[in-house]
């Protein structure tokens, strides 16, 4: 598939218009309404956190694009994957890791591949700095609750984050406690899954201004819209309409006035998700009817205990440390006609993160930037309980590294700043007698130019290196077990980031060459396997502008090319294809208008452009193609704050993901964009 010239030519046409435009407006553009003043998003004000230090987004390098607490609050997104949808350049599809620039967020790591080899997947998500499990399937995403921001960060974060973040990184910072109490209730519902939310979240001191705690519950109630289809000689063991996700947070902050310039940040949180989630598939011949694939009862929870401590030596040193220890659950029963051909898996993993650094040069401009040490553990267990298919294994992986960064003033308006990571991992995992024995050290270094054009203005250049472990899976047809090696990325960008009018027009921009050998794919038996050379260029713009006193203008343009070159027998029938979910562009447009300041209506239009399925780059495959629009009513009165929101207002019939009717899938299966959906929100706060 190739994207047409015209197309893009016509939507970048509208984007330079539409700078030019605010450009117009933003001369008289002081926001007249307090709301709008209170929530302009400008790219000095915004920090980002992800790459372990504080940056404003205008001083960021790597492409990355922020959801603001404001936008999170509304309940339009019940998960994270639904709030990055509308990012530039990521696609999202069922049950899976986002896919960012074209480069699948799962990897490997998909299905029964990510079971038999433990395999990691591309995109890592930290949630306050503690990687998020993932095993075969994304589970644990829904609930959104007092969250203060998201990041997402296209291309390789490898350098600073290391494992699992070749293709991008999605960061969500949760809220800390206060030392002024506060408080708030939501009570939410929408009409597509029946959802009913129900959030709590209290805040205050224990000890003024030295200790202070939060704790926050969320539990969400619904009832998947699936046409669930019912054997009547084998009764279901579960609701297989159910959807339940409860989280707990709790989190406690020690400053004590006897030593000077401590914080310590002790965190508790369980998670816990049942029934019909993960990967949600509908039958190919009409996906519409809601009649699913695979019928499937998920159960997911997670305990994780974390202390974090930050102590200043002098102002221009400062040390941290974040140690978290984490048990998570996974696993499924799975239903079918006959109770003999069904399937339970069971997964048990308790992991171990340390990671401290020590941050140096912090009042000097010409000199500073931080080294770091880190260390992952994790034990894995897994057992499928079949008549047909019974197997079973365990996983032994750790990993250490040595990270860092330093940022040398050349002169007043030139910056280097130079990084790097050395990692010593290995991976010890058996498979019903098979065993993968994995130990690599690798070198992953970053540079970066910076160039302060003006006040307003800040470019650079920059060049990094990505890296993802091989492994091994097991081969379903020829009962094998069988290898393949690890996979780079040398990514090349150059940005430039602007914020003019006070603030009130924000533009973000960023051109990429990504560089990738021994790409992991999928060869003509099915099999994962290195494909030579992948590369993938393209470019990311975003752009928030106030058009008059009380209008904001939210607009994002990707564009992406991709291409797999490789002549070898395995993939020589996709040499010169794309990758899969690679549309040719994704653009979102947003209008968010304060009538007054407490009323404010909001409305966002995604388009997403076709992209093939797989990288065989068949017609039938094809999906993307869709278009959805969101809009919201949001009133906030004194302590109360009313929310009203449609999504997928036009009822798009969107498909994200096609597999025809063959013999491996008898019935073939679609993923889908959810249907129009009616919901809102009450929340009380204090």
């Known amino acids: 598939m190739k994207h047409s010239p015209f197309k893009l030519s016509i939507i970048s046409a509208v984007l330079l218009n539409t700078l030019v435009v605010s450009n117009a407006f933003a001369e008289d553009a002081s926001p007249k309404t307090e709301a709008a003043t209170e929530q302009l998003e400008s790219i000095e004000r915004i920090i980002v956190l992800g790459e372990k230090t504080e940056r404003s987004l205008k001083d960021t390098a790597s492409s990355v694009s922020v959801i603001s607490e404001e936008v999170l ?8 994957n639904e709030a990055v949808s509308e990012i530039p350049n990521v696609v999202v599809l069922r049950g899976a ?5 074209g480069v699948s967020g799962n990897g490997s790591a998909t299905g029964f591949n990510g079971v038999s080899g433990g395999a990691r997947a591309r995109v890592t998500t930290l949630i306050d700095g503690v990687a998020a499990p993932f095993m075969a399937d994304l589970t644990g995403d829904t609930g959104i609750w007092d969250i203060e921001q998201i990041e997402v960060f296209r291309g390789p974060q490898s350098t600073i984050n290391g494992r699992n973040s070749m293709g991008g990184m999605i960061y969500i910072k949760t809220k800390d406690p206060s030392y002024d109490w506060e408080g708030a209730a939501r009570l939410g519902y929408r009409d597509q899954d029946r959802y009913v939310d129900t959030s709590f979240m209290l805040s205050g ?59 310590a940040l002790f965190t508790y949180s369980s998670n816990e998700e049942k029934g019909n989630t993960g990967r949600t598939y509908f039958t190919a011949d009409d996906p519409w009817k809601f009649v699913p694939m695979n019928q499937r009862y998920m159960d997911t929870s997670s305990d994780t205990v974390s202390v974090k401590l930050d102590y200043k030596i002098s102002d221009d040193l400062a ?38 650094k020590i941050r140096f040069g912090m009042t000097n401009k010409d000199l500073f930037g931080f080294v770091g040490l880190s260390y992952f ?25 040595i990270y860092g960064e330093v940022n040398i003033g050349l002169n007043q308006d030139l910056t280097l700043i130079v990084g790097g990571r050395v990692e010593k991992e290995s991976q010890y995992r058996t498979y019903e007698g098979s065993i993968l024995d994995n130990d690599k050290t690798i070198t992953l270094p970053k540079v970066v130019l910076q160039y302060a054009v003006s006040d307003s203005t800040t470019a650079t250049v920059s060049a990094r290196k990505g890296y993802n472990a091989g492994g091994g899976a097991y081969d379903w047809f020829s009962g094998e077990y069988y290898y393949y090696d690890s996979e780079e990325v040398i990514t090349y960008e150059t940005g430039v ?57 939210n607009i994002g343009l990707g564009l992406l090319e991709s291409e797999i070159e490789d002549n070898s027998e395995g993939f020589s029938h996709i040499d010169g294809n794309e990758l899969s979910s690679a549309p040719g562009y994704t653009a979102n447009l947003g209008l968010t208008y304060w009538l007054t300041d407490a009323l404010t209506t909001s409305f966002s239009y995604n ?44 009822d798009e019939e969107g498909i994200t993901a096609f597999e025809p009717i063959s013999d491996r899938y008898t019935q073939g299966y679609a993923g889908i964009v959810d249907p129009r959906t009616f919901g809102g929100s009450v929340t009380f706060s204090f």
Do not use: C
């Open 97 to 101: 890791v986002p896919d960012i620039r």
């Open 205 to 263: 001191p224990i000890v003024d201004e030295q200790l202070a705690f939060r704790l926050t519950a969320q539990n969400l109630d619904g009832e998947a819209y699936d046409n669930s289809v019912i054997f009547d000689d084998n009764p279901p063991k579960h609701d297989l309409d159910e959807l339940k996700t409860t989280r707990v947070k709790a989190k406690l902050l020690w400053e004590p006035k006897a030593i000077d310039n401590l914080s």
């Open 319 to 356: 040390f941290d440390i974040l140690i978290a220890t984490m048990d998570y659950e996974w696993g499924f029963d799975s239903y079918e006609e006959t109770a003999t051909a069904e399937q339970t898996l069971l997964m048990n993993e308790d992991n171990l993160t340390i990671d401290s």
């Open 73 to 80: 609050k509304t309940m339009r997104y019940i998960s994270i």
């Open 607 to 650: 388009m997403v452009d076709e992209y093939f399925g797989e990288v065989s780059n068949t017609e039938e495959r094809v999906a993307g193609d869709y278009q959805v629009a969101r809009v919201s009513i949001n009133y906030e009165m004194e302590q109360w704050q009313f929310n009203l929101f449609v999504n997928n207002a036009f």
């Open 497 to 553: 980031r602007s914020s003019f009018s006070s603030g009130d027009i924000n533009v973000s921009g960023n051109l990429f060459y990504n560089d990738y050998s021994d790409y992991q794919g999928t060869d003509l038996d099915r099999r994962i396997s290195n494909i030579d050379t992948v590369t993938t260029y393209g470019l990311e713009v975003e752009l928030s502008a106030m058009l008059s006193q009380n209008l904001r203008l």
């Open 377 to 401: 553990k994790r034990d894995q267990y897994y057992q499928s309980i079949s008549v047909s298919f019974p197997y079973g294994g365990d996983d032994e992986s750790e990993s250490t590294a």
